[in-house]
């Protein structure tokens, strides 16, 4: 049997693990209880479907957390001086004067989670010797979700903030624990605002701290059990004898925290709106230590594993279709019934370049003393979105391509290990997401979603590409190039706070192949699941 | 002599006038906060439209005031005077569907005014703001009143005789008690919800 064909029980429950981590314990979305209590109103001010955002939702963010006109008029508990708004004429002579929330910012979400799966789910372990236990799967399974804090608002002076942990340390995203937590100064255009120069508002905004990248959609403010696979999704190229050497291994996704600083302008509810980000450079997913006490005091890590500072644009702009002039105009249409989200159509596209790190031990051109050799491999995602909304219909999409230079080590004779690089065929992947919401009454959306990925490993894996070699993996791991999932859903607001999800998930197609002969142990099927979930906020 | 008896004779007018409009007062306990007393309407009675119009504020996502006791025939202007978008409706009034409305949408400073031509309790609501309301007793009669914090109310001018009296309060059950106007009435009310 050849080593690749061998299927390792601890590489099966590797996969079984990953794989349930993702499928149950699903992104991490956020309302915000903390305004409801501030501002004495409900979760549907801002969120058709929380975490989704309506149209003042987007204002209210757009604006730094603030009602986007006379904000101080909305507040039923009063902020806290940090210094009487006079100071501000005696800046620089004095701290210039900001505020606090009148309470405590402080939001609690709690979710979990039933899922049931039907019976292919153990098919492989068909591929175990007889006597073995296998990794089984309960058909049903109660589980546990997030435990999550988070904190939000403002504090004066067009400074908002925004901070979330899982106390449970699970869920997309969290990365141990922490999600997002940055400081954001809004419109400091405004400052550059003079009189000649007419710059409109809201042209510049910083963004400092870790956060979620500004794609088309959130994945750690999704409204879905589970996340898009596409902005999940990792490029790691395939190190086997079927195709040529992929010395990929880049761990980075869209859908990952970003470290760094971002610019932006424009609005989420009309017209133009970009940003660009510079992030950490993290592709191996470790962090490095820092045992020559470098760093800020109390350091005790590096979250990059590079110089290399990555480079993120998105640029967007959104046509409001209303024929009346002051509807379209509005933060939201206002029809004859009452208030509603606009409808409109926004068109972006989005760019992302960085450049993956791969050390490996080798020698110097010597081929004799031994040194570490590094490859920076230049990559880049590029992709396109749209977003249509008709009153309480909602239909968005994405496009992603993802693309890795393949830097191949390589060993010259004589050489005891490799001393250099050479360029191979690059690691690719590409796909997308298209999903339809529909509000069909004020507490109930249904979904369908189709998630698509396409990559390099899936395709080696692919049974006609190399017949005789099955998959090296199992739970979950596609037959074919290309991973298509449907999952229609339908979520219920019990109350505005408390919500039950259901959604199925038609997974991609597998194939349990015998190890030792390579032939097909079953037809292709689907593991597909319900998962039904409840998550309450306050 | 012609001024005296003139004098006297006015007096007399007067003091019959006073005997024949009463006041109706008491307590409504059981309950806190605003309540509204109104008579029922008088079979056979019918009286004018008052032409004053009475204004419902929206303003820090609240109506303001709350609870607004108006005759039958009044014009309610609702204002908006907060920097987003408001909307008023109304399910029914007392439970009849029929007369649901929903007044629209409208911004900043301007208003929509309704005439309520139709007796009975009015719980107002905003489809943008869900956790907005207030109500709107219109009462089929002029003789109405809110109540103080302590429940106590008092509605002068009533012309003696007998009436149904109605007390109303948000969230308990409302109470009608026969009361009969004589001068100066005593009416209590006990509300439970």
């Known amino acids: 049997m050849s080593k690749r064909r061998h299927i390792s029980n601890k590489g099966i429950v590797s996969l079984v693990v990953a794989t349930f981590v993702l499928l149950l314990f699903p992104t991490s979305g956020y309302a915000i209880p903390a305004f409801s209590r501030q501002y004495g109103t409900s979760c549907t001010t801002c969120h058709l479907d929380f975490p989704k955002l309506n149209d003042f939702g987007k204002a209210f963010k757009d604006a730094g957390f603030k009602f986007p006109k006379d904000d101080e008029s909305f507040l039923k508990v009063p902020p806290i001086m940090l210094g009487a708004p006079a100071q501000a004429e005696l800046w620089p002579h004095t701290v210039f004067p900001g505020t606090i929330p009148g309470l405590p910012p402080i939001g609690l979400r709690y979710n979990t989670f039933y899922q049931q799966v039907n019976s292919n789910r153990d098919n492989f372990n068909r591929v175990l010797p007889l006597d073995s236990v296998g990794n089984f799967i309960p058909k049903s399974d109660f589980q546990p979700g997030l435990f999550s804090i988070f904190t939000a608002g403002n504090f004066g002076s067009g400074i908002s903030f925004w901070v979330d942990d899982d106390i449970s340390v699970a869920g997309a995203n969290s990365n141990g624990g922490l999600g997002d937590g940055y400081l954001k100064f809004n419109d400091i255009g405004r400052l550059l605002r003079m009189p000649m120069l007419k710059l409109p508002e809201n042209l510049l905004n910083l963004r400092v701290g870790r956060f979620e990248l500004d794609l088309p959609v959130s994945q750690a403010r999704t409204w879905n059990l589970s996340g898009w696979d596409i902005l999940s999704q990792a490029n790691i190229g395939v190190q086997n004898g079927v195709s040529p050497l992929e010395n990929v291994n880049n761990t980075f996704t869209m859908a990952q925290a970003a470290h760094g600083l971002e610019l932006s302008g424009g609005h989420a509810t009309q017209g133009y709106h970009y940003s660009i980000t510079a992030l950490n450079q993290n592709t191996s997913g470790a962090t490095s230590g820092s045992p020559l006490g470098v760093g800020p005091q109390n350091a005790v890590s590096f979250a990059s594993d590079s110089n290399f500072k990555d480079l993120y644009g998105r640029f967007v702009y959104r046509w409001n279709l209303e024929h009346d002039l002051a509807s379209r105009d509005g933060v939201q249409a206002a029809g004859t019934t009452g208030p509603h989200d606009h409808t409109y159509l926004a068109l972006g596209t989005l760019y992302f370049y960085g450049r993956s790190v791969q050390r490996i031990s080798g020698v110097l051109p010597d081929g004799v003393t031994p040194a570490v050799l590094t490859a920076r491999e230049p990559f880049y995602r590029v992709g396109g979105d749209f977003n249509f909304n008709y009153r309480t219909f909602n239909l968005f999409g994405l496009y992603l391509a993802g693309h890795d230079h393949n830097l191949v080590p390589v060993t010259t004779e004589g050489e005891t290990a490799p001393s250099s690089f050479i360029s191979s065929r690059a690691a690719t992947f590409s796909g997308g997401l298209l999903e339809a919401d529909y509000l069909a009454l004020p507490w109930m959306m249904a979904i369908m979603r189709w998630d698509q990925v396409k990559s390099t490993a899936d395709r080696v894996k692919f049974i006609e590409y190399d017949p005789a070699a099955p998959p090296g993996s199992a739970f979950f791991s596609p037959s074919s190039a290309t991973r298509n999932r449907f999952t229609p859903g339908v979520q219920f607001l019990i109350h505005a706070n408390i919500k039950a999800s259901f959604e199925y998930q038609m997974r991609p197609k597998q194939i349990v192949y015998d190890p030792a002969t390579g032939l097909a142990l079953t037809k292709p099927f689907r593991t597909n699941a319900a998962i039904t979930g409840l998550e309450w906020i306050y | ?193």
């Open chain 2, 1 to 193: 002599m012609k001024r005296i008896a003139l004098v006297t004779l006015t007096a007399m007018v007067a003091l019959t006038t006073v005997a024949h409009a009463g006041t109706i007062h008491g307590k409504v306990s059981g309950v806190s906060g605003v309540s509204v007393v109104y008579v029922e309407a008088v079979p056979g009675k019918t009286f004018p439209a008052p032409t004053q119009h009475i204004t419902i504020d929206q303003k820090g996502l609240m109506f303001v005031p709350h609870i607004v006791a108006v005759e039958q025939g009044t014009s309610v202007d609702f204002l908006n005077s907060d920097s987003v978008a408001h909307n008023v409706f109304w399910i029914s009034i007392s439970g009849n569907k029929k007369l649901g409305h929903n007044l629209g949408t409208w911004p900043k400073g301007q208003k929509q005014a309704f005439k309520f031509d139709n007796p009975g309790v009015v719980a107002l609501l905003c489809n943008v703001h869900p956790e907005m309301s207030a109500y709107v007793i219109v009462s089929p009669t002029p003789y109405f009143a809110e109540t103080d914090k302590s429940g106590g109310f008092k509605i002068e001018n009533v012309p003696d005789g007998a009436y149904t009296v109605t007390a109303w309060h948000e969230g308990a059950k409302n109470k009608s008690n026969p009361v009969k106007v004589a001068g100066d009435t005593s009416a209590d009310f006990t509300l439970t919800k």
